[in-house]
């Protein structure tokens, strides 16, 4: 069984940055998709990146041009680089995987393997 661990949550100002690591247990297959999420109490879990292993990656509009996700195939290390950070960016971050399926989603349901978390808090 794939295990993900994500690390990288601190808290920080406005306006600063993180950079949040996903180190996967293993590598079933050379096709896959994985993806950063975030969830508040109370509310369902959101995606905030996706990529796949055909090198393409989506972001919804509220993350565009502030996050990039990124992977490193030879450390099995997935990467999300967040800049210019808000309140509203304050979450629990999750690191997600599927194997064997191609294509990018923020969609949690198209997710089959989930780290345990690494919390983000950005205080204005």
């Known amino acids: 069984e794939v295990r993900l661990v994500e690390s990288g949550g601190d808290s920080v100002q406005a306006g600063g940055s993180l950079r949040l690591s996903c180190v996967a247990s293993?590598?079933?297959?050379?096709?896959?998709?994985m993806g950063w999420f975030r969830q508040t109490p109370g509310n369902e879990r959101e995606g905030v990146a996706s990529?796949?292993?055909?090198?393409?990656?989506v972001y919804p509009d509220f993350v565009l041009g502030r996050f990039t996700i990124s992977r490193d195939n030879a450390k099995n290390s997935l990467y999300l680089q967040m800049n210019s950070l808000k309140p509203e960016d304050t979450a629990m971050y999750y690191c997600a995987a599927r194997y064997g399926v191609i294509g990018t989603s923020t969609t949690p349901s198209l997710y089959t393997h989930w780290g345990q978390g690494t919390q983000v808090t950005v205080s204005s």
């Open positions: 990529l796949d292993s055909a090198g393409s990656t």
């Open positions: 293993d590598y079933p297959s050379n096709i896959y998709r």
